[in-house]
């Protein structure tokens, strides 16, 4: 009997370990999908509303660095 619960013991720990990996894993997707729904938002603004006279230069650079995507 203690054999057994042993096992499973290790069994759930193993489990544990697998899903905080997963969980790691996800917060870094999430951090990567923020930021582009930030990007869009923003870029939405400048669409509906037109860009803000000091982010013409930033968009100049951002327009460099996709072309080289």
Known sequence: MDFELESKVIKLESMITV???????????NKVLEEKIKFLEQQL????????AED?????????????L
């Open 45 to 52: 603004n400048y669409k509906s509303m037109g860009r803000p």
């Open 56 to 68: 013409l230069d930033m968009q100049a650079f951002l327009s460099i660095g996709r072309n080289q």
């Open 19 to 29: 899903y905080d990996e997963h969980i790691q894993e996800l917060e870094k997707e």
